[in-house]
């Protein structure tokens, strides 16, 4: 248990259907992240929110919508994906984002179909 | 831009053997350094980190690792393996952007 949890664990997903990923941190923390993890690559930063405001948003295709209301929970919005969108997406929080230890959810487990 | 390098792409190991897994990192200064674990499935868990000091870093699960500024390096070691710590281990690197990035994986498996 490392305090950030994630649902759904698993996910399929037409091309046209919408669906979310949420996240969740207990851990008090003021920046979380969303990291993609496919099959052989290393994993890929994808937002960066600190105190709730994006800071970052690494070249992420528009049919990913991040929402973050509060310091403690963040979404992702999914629409009109793709088959290589499919993945383990990993979300993740720490203390600040000034080099502080991140911690891991379980990830949740996307498929397009 | 920040890099980490993990040369191994696969390591099988005996139960019982020991395990040292390689993690070179290109950076100026001195580098906020990590190892994670990956079970099957799971997401990842942190196994320890190097932020200053004694360059020697206890863990959980009995891993060590070693920071060696000299090589660039933070290894990570075991003494002893156990079959529960076949998984996939990522070392990390905090860049000037205060950003974490991962090296490519390696892939534990533990014989019998």
């Known amino acids: 248990e490392t305090g950030v949890t994630q649902t759904p664990r698993h996910l399929v997903m037409g091309m046209t259907n919408k669906k979310s990923l949420k996240c969740e941190q207990h851990l008090g923390h003021n920046a979380m992240y969303w990291y993609k993890q496919s099959a052989k690559k290393p994993l890929e930063l994808m937002f960066v929110?600190?105190?709730?405001?994006?800071?970052e948003n690494n070249s992420v295709p528009s049919r990913f919508s991040p929402e973050c209301p509060n310091s403690s929970h963040l979404f992702l919005h999914l629409h009109t994906l793709q088959p290589e969108d499919s993945a383990l997406y990993l979300c993740?929080?720490?203390?600040?984002?000034?080099?502080?230890?991140?911690?891991f959810g379980e990830g949740s487990w996307l498929t397009v179909v | 831009a920040q890099s980490v390098t993990q040369p191994d792409i696969h390591i099988t190991v005996s139960e019982g053997a020991s395990l040292e897994l390689r993690c070179n990192y290109s950076?100026?200064?001195?580098?906020?350094l990590f190892w994670y674990v990956q079970s099957p499935g799971q997401g990842l868990q942190l196994l320890l980190k190097?932020?200053?000091?004694?360059?020697l870093v206890q863990g959980i699960k009995g891993f060590e690792a070693e920071f060696k500024r000299s090589q660039s390096s933070f290894n990570l070691r075991k003494p002893s393996v156990h079959w529960s710590d076949a998984a996939e281990y990522f070392c990390a690197v905090v860049d000037n952007d205060y950003k974490l990035s991962f090296g490519a994986g390696t892939t534990v498996t533990v014989r019998a």
């Open positions: 950076y100026g200064a001195t580098p906020y």
């Open positions: 190097y932020f200053s000091g004694d360059t």
């Open positions: 929110y600190n105190f709730k405001e994006q800071t």
């Open positions: 993740a929080s720490s203390q600040e984002i000034s080099g502080n230890t991140i911690y």
